[in-house]
């Protein structure tokens, strides 16, 4: 009798040890963001006013605000996500809906996109310098430094959308088939909404490698703090300002992290109203 | 969606790109252009220079992109750059290319703040460096291991420091290798034992505003920026815009404004030393 409670109260305990750890790991994981957050605050508060985010840089970004540089950074992503998305979310729904799992070809295409996702950033910075700055013609441009990035989302984008349209149970589909749907009427209105958070967290990770890419976009879209005309003129990623001014300008640590502040923000904002946009579709399309 | 309508959709979607490609291309031909590329340390200056520059010449644009010296040598005889910016002098061997000094700058040991020694000599810091004193208790300070700082390779400061002590860099056993001037500043500041070199406008800067490094002579000279300017100072470099051929036009106007007294004030803004050009 005695030994049983005892073993009891060790199991008891054991219990709580694992919760205790679980929850640890859990407090530590958001210590991490909550750290980083409140050392860019405290850094680049004071520096941050509605000038800041309107005016362009003045003596190499010591004063001033980011304004040309933030537009750069959007057009940036912009033609990387546009360039990007439709690339590799149509080879996503081919290797998930069209070809079998043992496929050789769908091998091979998966087995290129991990070599990809693996690939340094600065070895993709070279290849669009080699590539599109030079062969193309394009020079330091907003469009090269777009484009360099797309190549850096390919991977990332088309293996979150196969895992996630494979979630999507396959009795879907045959329902789909059962009540007479052709197999794209299935995707557009079952599957692809069906799998639309999944496929929006897997935009928000490649639009976070995107925004925070320097070593790639140095020598394509460039370092010219100037506004940008055109696609074509060469335009500074705010990832790039944030490292030029905290590695090359003396002085100019206090809006490195305000403009750290702004980039961590612009994620959050793009998190936040991405998810909103994935749940509602979803919940329009399938729930109703 | 019918076959046609998404054929439709498809012929817009190409017309406005087509269009959209076509006005930028206009857009790219009005404006006369240069572009520069090369060293990370002159390329915050010139871009400064270059603003002026514009606002001066409405239509024209000047590209400053960076990269180091070595891109900037490489691009310019490539053509991808029609200046490059290089933070040293050209080398013998670096022949058929034009270089235009726009600033010195002066290269200086730094400590920590903290740390009891005030002077080195050149010896000790060559001992230093290649590791044949390893402890501050040798050269009249703490008993603390030394921690050497070098620059990575392809940076004109180590050059500079190299030449200046005669060494070759697979002698130095460094012990952390930096990149940018404000890295090696940051280095030496958070480390009491550290010893490192950098660009003596930014070490005066960061010094002012109470990061705890200090500055040490060189040869009996002060590391100041007075000192790089009447050339008594031994370790300083200049700063050069460089061209492939004999500068025209656009690229010879530049280069006489960023020689000109019109930019002395952005020089002295970036902590280097302007050069008085007859």
């Known amino acids: 009798m005695h030994e049983v409670r005892n073993t009891h109260a060790w199991q008891i305990l054991r219990d709580r040890g694992v919760q205790f750890l679980i929850y ?22 004071a520096h941050l006013s509605w000038e800041f985010l309107i005016e362009p840089p003045r003596d190499t970004g010591r004063a001033g605000g980011i304004a040309p540089i933030l537009v750069s950074t959007l057009l940036i992503l912009l033609v990387a996500v546009l360039t990007a998305v439709p690339i590799a979310w149509t080879t996503a729904i081919l290797l998930a809906e069209f070809v079998a799992v043992d496929n050789a070809f769908g091998k091979a295409v998966r087995f290129s996109l991990h070599v990809l996702a ?29 484009l360099t990035l797309a190549c850096m989302l390919l991977p990332i984008l088309t293996s979150t959308a196969e895992a996630g349209l494979r979630t999507v149970p396959n009795t879907y589909r045959t329902s789909a088939s059962a009540l007479g749907l052709t197999r794209t009427a299935a995707l557009i209105h079952l599957i692809l909404p069906a799998a639309a958070p999944v496929l ?89 | 969606m019918s076959m046609s309508d998404s054929k439709k959709f498809l012929l817009v979607f190409i017309t406005c790109f087509v269009l959209e490609f076509g006005g930028l291309a206009c857009a790219y031909a009005a404006s006369e252009r240069l572009v520069l590329t090369g060293s990370s340390t002159v390329a915050p ?48 061997d670096e022949n058929g290319l034009h270089a235009f000094t726009i600033a010195l700058d002066g290269i200086s040991i730094i400590l920590h703040a903290n740390n009891r020694v005030t002077a080195l000599s050149k010896q000790q810091i060559i001992d230093i460096y290649t590791g044949k004193i390893t402890n501050w208790r040798s050269v009249g300070g703490a008993d603390a291991r030394i921690t050497v700082v070098n620059k990575a390779e392809g940076r004109s400061t180590l050059e500079l420091f190299l ?33 490192g070199y950098v660009s003596i406008g930014a070490a005066e800067y960061e010094a002012e505003r109470g990061v705890p490094i200090k500055l040490l002579p060189l040869d009996g000279v002060d590391a100041t920026i007075a000192n790089v300017r009447n050339g008594t100072f031994p370790l300083s470099r200049p700063l050069n ?19 000109s007294l019109q930019t002395h004030d952005l020089v002295e803004a970036q902590y280097f030393v302007p050069v008085e050009v007859n």
């Open chain 1, 24 to 45: 640890a790991s859990v407090l530590l994981i958001s210590a991490v963001f909550i750290w980083i957050l409140v050392d860019l605050i405290r850094g680049g508060i």
């Open chain 1, 118 to 146: 693996g690939v340094p950033s600065i070895v993709f910075g070279l290849f669009g310098n080699a590539f599109f700055s030079i062969y193309l013609g394009l020079g330091f441009s907003i469009l090269s430094g777009g």
């Open chain 1, 200 to 288: 929006a967290a897997g935009l928000l990770l490649g639009i976070g490698r995107a925004l925070a890419e320097t070593a790639a976009l140095l020598f394509t879209s460039g370092y010219v703090e100037r506004m940008p005309d055109s696609l074509l003129d060469s335009g500074r990623a705010l990832a790039l300002h944030i490292f030029d001014l905290s590695m090359n300008v003396p002085g100019g640590d206090t809006p490195a992290y305000a403009s750290s502040l702004v980039l961590v923000s612009l994620l959050l904002c793009i998190n936040i109203l991405a998810m909103k946009f994935a749940h509602g579709l979803q919940r329009r399309k399938i729930m109703t």
């Open chain 2, 45 to 92: 200056l010139v871009g400064e220079m270059a603003r002026r520059f514009e606002t001066m010449n409405p239509g024209v644009r000047i590209d400053v992109q960076t990269g180091g010296t070595s891109r900037g040598i490489n691009d310019t005889r490539n053509g991808t750059a029609d200046i490059g910016m290089v933070s040293r002098a050209l080398k013998p």
């Open chain 2, 163 to 195: 030449h200046y002590l005669e060494l070759k860099n697979s002698q130095i056993k460094p012990h952390a290798i930096i990149g940018d001037n404000p890295q090696g500043i940051k280095t030496v500041a958070g480390n009491p034992n550290a010893i």
């Open chain 2, 241 to 259: 815009l460089i061209t492939s051929r004999e500068p025209q036009e656009l690229a010879r106007r530049f280069i006489e404004f960023a020689r």
